[in-house]
């Protein structure tokens, strides 16, 4: 009997209890609703519904891995692509595989290659800071995918990709408009959303996990790694533009010839126009400078954060104080761990999972909320033909927000839906006055007042 509770009590230390409380099992945006996608079509404000589910499907694990089902798809809406061969994002029945006691690679780091490098917590995908283009296609000065298809890009920084349409991101999950200087005005147009939103009073939040099971924050940490008590601060890279007037050799110093600065190179999507080979264009354009940074040549540092208050190693989505994404954006050019073999697709994103795996049910608690979870940004005031709801995270599960006028009566109802940071209300024929915007989550409630003109 005493070997059995022995046997149990290792069990429940090393997987059965362990596994429950791992956030690469239980940190993922589950669909708990049947919220399906939702795009935009260019030059239509209003977004087309999809039938196919959004975010994270299920989630399954062993003592080793997690095994998540996503179809690569957000709940907030996608698109619309100025540029690319396709104009929506498909599901591509993702089955990712993310070790639960990931470690760092000993010897020669494994290169972050092309397709799929990291998964968010919406189950949607990360690429490297490249496209697939090179300069002469000769392998050697890499185009910065930031840069040449900047302008294919939806308000939250993603597009499909031009063969498989599987929708992903080559930087900071974020809407383009949370920066003080956007580098597109595509929020403009199309209502700004995205995973998150930076905040500078908190941690950033999970954001994902990189293929070698690491996981992934945003922009702002502890100036001391390991003190939650210090600090926060805005987490900088450890890359720099170089300080070169010509393209003659890599940063490691080997002699390759590459675009001239008054080049003009055109982007391998289809229907771009050329753009200069400006300073940054290139990834090669760029060194890492030990030191110089808070991260290392991953783009990453051992920490304590909220999720792992024990300390990992985790990688940074890392911004400028503009908001706007830096190099290297998410990862560097190689891991930080041990990646899987067989490169990012099957071994990563297409996996295939074992006999034996346990299924993690989600709980959806939205009767205990605490109140300042939400306070959120209601934009603008006054407002004359559209309201904006907005949180800072993307929600766990559908949140009423109601906006009632001043008799006491609700007007207009919405929904922030699981996976979405923003709803918004067409206010054009209400009519003026002072309103209050109700926002609810089992029994909290937060109420905010606005002012609408016409």
Not at 90 to 96: A, E, G, R, S, T
Not at 218 to 230: E, F, L, R, V
Request: net charge negative.
């Amino acid at each position: 009997m005493k070997s059995n509770l022995l046997v149990f009590a290792f069990l429940c230390a090393h997987f059965l209890c362990h596994g429950q409380t791992n956030p690469a099992i239980t940190k993922w945006l589950f669909n708990t609703t049947g919220v399906t996608t939702r795009h935009y079509v260019l030059g239509n404000s209003i977004p087309v519904n999809d039938a196919s589910l959004a975010n994270v499907q299920q989630v399954r694990y062993d003592a080793n891995n997690a095994y998540i089902n996503a179809t690569g798809l957000p709940s907030y809406i996608t698109g619309p692509y100025a540029l690319g061969a396709v104009s929506t994002s498909l599901n591509n029945n993702y089955i990712f595989k993310i070790p639960l006691n990931p470690v760092a690679k000993t010897g020669t780091p494994t290169n972050v290659g092309m397709g799929a490098v990291a998964v968010f917590i919406n189950g949607t995908v990360a690429y490297n800071n490249r496209d697939a283009a090179t300069y002469n296609n000769a392998g050697k000065w890499h185009q910065n995918a930031v840069y040449f298809e900047n302008l294919g890009f939806d308000c939250a920084h993603g597009h499909p990709g031009p063969m498989t349409a599987d929708y992903h991101a080559h930087q900071n999950p974020a809407a383009f408009n949370i920066s003080q200087v956007p580098t597109s005005n595509v929020c403009t147009v199309y209502l700004a959303d995205g995973l998150y939103v930076p905040d500078s009073t908190t941690h950033s939040p999970l954001l994902g996990f990189a293929s070698d099971g690491f996981p992934i924050y945003g922009a702002y940490g502890y100036s001391d790694p390991m003190n939650p008590g210090s600090p926060l601060k805005r987490i900088t890279p450890g890359f720099r533009l170089r300080n070169i007037t010509e393209r003659t050799t890599l940063p490691d110093g080997t002699a390759a010839v590459g675009p001239k600065f008054t080049d003009m190179i055109t982007s391998m999507l289809p229907n771009s126009t050329p753009l200069p080979a400006v300073l940054g264009a290139y990834s090669e354009d760029y060194e890492y400078v030990d030191g110089s940074g808070d991260l290392d040549v991953h783009n990453g540092r051992f920490c304590k954060t909220p999720d792992y208050p024990g300390g990992i190693y985790c990688y940074f989505a890392t911004i400028d104080a503009n908001n706007n994404p830096v190099f290297p954006y998410i990862l560097g050019t190689s891991y930080y761990g041990v990646a899987p073999a067989g490169g990012p697709g099957g071994g990563f994103s297409h996996a295939t999972v074992p006999a034996g795996v346990t299924t993690y049910t989600p709980t959806v608690a939205t009767q205990n909320v605490p109140a300042e979870s939400l306070d959120l940004t209601v934009f603008p005031s006054p407002a004359t033909d559209l309201l904006v709801v907005q949180s800072k995270l993307a929600e766990t599960f559908d949140r009423k927000v109601e906006l009632i006028n001043m008799e006491g009566r609700i007007v207009k109802t919405q929904y922030l839906y699981q996976g979405s940071t923003m709803c918004y209300f067409d206010v054009q024929t209400l009519y003026a006055g002072m309103y209050f915007v109700r926002i609810s989550a089992g029994n909290q409630v937060n109420t905010k007042k606005v002012n609408i003109v016409h």
